[in-house]
Every structure is written in structure tokens, then in C-alpha cells.
């Protein structure tokens, strides 16, 4: 089933109704779109649904509202066909679809879905809010069978995770860890000076090297590293490989642990 978003259903209002006047003059007649307005504002994931309570009520109520004129149609269709308005205690009338409208487009259209890592060690507010969201973005993947999206989004999300930690928490271990790794033969030659212009292989082994992620973690990252490189044609028909659920499920995994261990 398509995944629902706020912005979708205000568009929706927007485009059916133009004027706040069409949506004050709703009726009978328009008892299909106004069915399936509800219908769609149900499907909205519960985490998007981010407006104050005051709004939050006032949507919940114009929803009722809208329902409860659609089975008085359905079942007296000689009741006054206007949909009316929706009556809060304190407060003048209102018109229930500029409610619903109005409360939605206080809504974001991506956010993280409960349970997602807080990654309370990243000090940085709209980094920890972009990589919260890249998170849920994965998570979302997952659950809706896009193998290559899960895929490739963990190994980029755990990328950007390592990269922050190690260019801000563990910032004096990284060059004798590079030298080590280049001494080991770990790194066939010097990593860029910068570490943002490094590869994931970097990151990881560099990661492992000074110990802020466990040997456990380790070994699932380079598999999300190997499946991640699955994203380029050439690589995948060589290898005989391709992103399926196996893919996804071990990238998530990584990232997961990664998360946990940095925190």
C-alpha cells in the first residue's frame, strides 16, 4: 500500500476544493471525496502526525465529524444535506475540512518511526535529526520489501555515523590508526588527508582499529560495505549478486550495532 503523507492530503483538500467558500458549501454530493479524505487521513503514519494537541483534537474531531454526516446520509437522506460545521467548546464554528487541512500542513512528511536510535551522542542537532530520519528512512525500506533502498541507505547511514565520531570524539587516535592499517596492509596506500573524502572501507577499519565499535559490529559492516557496492551494475553482474532481503536485513543489523556502540 502506498505510504500516506501529510503534504499528499493537503494537496488533496487544495486541489478538490480550492476556496476556503467550496470547502464551507460541502454537501451530500461531494459524500465520495469527503469518504475518502477520511479514509486517507487514516493511513497517515502516527509518527508524522507532529502538530500541538489543541490541533491534534480539532483533527480528530472534524474526522468524527465528517463520519458522522456520512452515515446520516447513508441512512436518512432526508436530513439537511449540508455537512455544517464542527462545534468545539470555547471556540467559533469551524469547518471541518479547513480544520483537517490546516492541521496537516503542520506536518512533516518524513519523520522516525518509534523505536528508531535517538543517537543522543551526537551533539550536532540537525545532523542527529537528518540521520534520525535517514534511519527511518531505512526502516521504512525494510518493511516495504525495497531491498536496494534498505541496502544502501544503512551503508550510507552508517558511514556518515563513523565519520562524525571520528572526526569528533576520536579525532588525535585517527592518524596512528591510519598508519597502522597502512603499515598492516589494511590500506594498500594513505587515505586522503580529510577524513570526509574517505570511503566507507575507511571508516570502518579505522573504526575498529582504535576500538569504538565492537569486533562483532566489524565484521557486519564490511558486509554492509560489500552490499552497499552492490548499487553499481558492473560490480553486481560480476559478482552474480544483487540486493535482496538478506542484504537489507544484514545492513540494518549493521547499523543498528553501529549505533549502539557509538552511544
Given at each position: 500500500m502506498p505510504r500516506v503523507v501529510p503534504s499528499q492530503i493537503v494537496d488533496f483538500?487544495?486541489?478538490?476544493?480550492?476556496?476556503?467558500?467550496?470547502?464551507?458549501?460541502?454537501?451530500?454530493?461531494?459524500?465520495?471525496?469527503?469518504?475518502?479524505?477520511?479514509?486517507l487521513a487514516d493511513q497517515i503514519p502516527g509518527e508524522l502526525l507532529t502538530m500541538n494537541s489543541a490541533a491534534y483534537a480539532r483533527f480528530i474531531c472534524a474526522k468524527a465529524h465528517i463520519?458522522?454526516?456520512?452515515?446520516?446520509?447513508?441512512s436518512e437522506?432526508?436530513?439537511?444535506?449540508?455537512?455544517?460545521?464542527?462545534?468545539?467548546?470555547?471556540?467559533?464554528?469551524?469547518?471541518?475540512?479547513?480544520?483537517?487541512?490546516?492541521a496537516l500542513a503542520q506536518c512533516?512528511?518524513?519523520?522516525?518511526?518509534?523505536?528508531?536510535?535517538?543517537?543522543?551522542?551526537?551533539?550536532?542537532?540537525?545532523?542527529?535529526?537528518?540521520l534520525r530520519s535517514d534511519i527511518g528512512a531505512v526502516n521504512r525500506a525494510l518493511a516495504n520489501g525495497e531491498w536496494k533502498?534498505?541496502?544502501?541507505?544503512?551503508?550510507?547511514?552508517?558511514?556518515?555515523?563513523?565519520?562524525?565520531?571520528?572526526?569528533n570524539r576520536h579525532t588525535a587516535q585517527v592518524p596512528?590508526?591510519?598508519?597502522?592499517?597502512?603499515?598492516?596492509?589494511?590500506?594498500?596506500?594513505?587515505?586522503?588527508?580529510?577524513?570526509e573524502d574517505w570511503v566507507l572501507h575507511n571508516y570502518i577499519e579505522v573504526a575498529a582499529n582504535i576500538g569504538i565499535i565492537m569486533q562483532d559490529t566489524v565484521k557486519e559492516a564490511r558486509l554492509a560495505k560489500d552490499f552497499r557496492n552492490l548499487i553499481h551494475p558492473g560490480r553486481a553482474q560480476r559478482l552474480g549478486q544483487k540486493c535482496d532481503r538478506g542484504t537489507a536485513l544484514a545492513s540494518v543489523a549493521a547499523l543498528e550495532h553501529v549505533a549502539r556502540d557509538l552511544s
Open positions: 483538500i487544495n486541489a478538490l476544493w480550492p476556496t476556503d467558500d467550496d470547502k464551507r458549501n460541502l454537501n451530500a454530493v461531494q459524500a465520495g471525496h469527503l469518504s475518502g479524505l477520511v479514509d463520519r458522522h454526516r456520512l452515515s446520516a446520509w447513508a437522506p432526508r436530513l439537511p444535506s449540508h455537512l455544517g460545521h464542527l462545534n468545539m467548546p470555547g471556540q467559533p464554528e469551524q469547518i471541518p475540512v479547513i480544520v483537517i487541512r490546516d512533516p512528511d518524513e519523520s522516525p518511526a518509534p523505536g528508531t536510535s535517538e543517537l543522543n551522542f551526537i551533539t550536532a542537532v540537525d545532523l542527529k535529526a537528518n533502498a534498505a541496502t544502501v541507505l544503512a551503508g550510507s547511514t552508517i558511514e556518515a555515523l563513523l565519520l562524525w565520531d571520528l572526526t596512528a590508526a591510519v598508519a597502522a592499517l597502512v603499515a598492516n596492509k589494511t590500506f594498500l596506500k594513505n587515505p586522503p588527508l580529510n577524513p
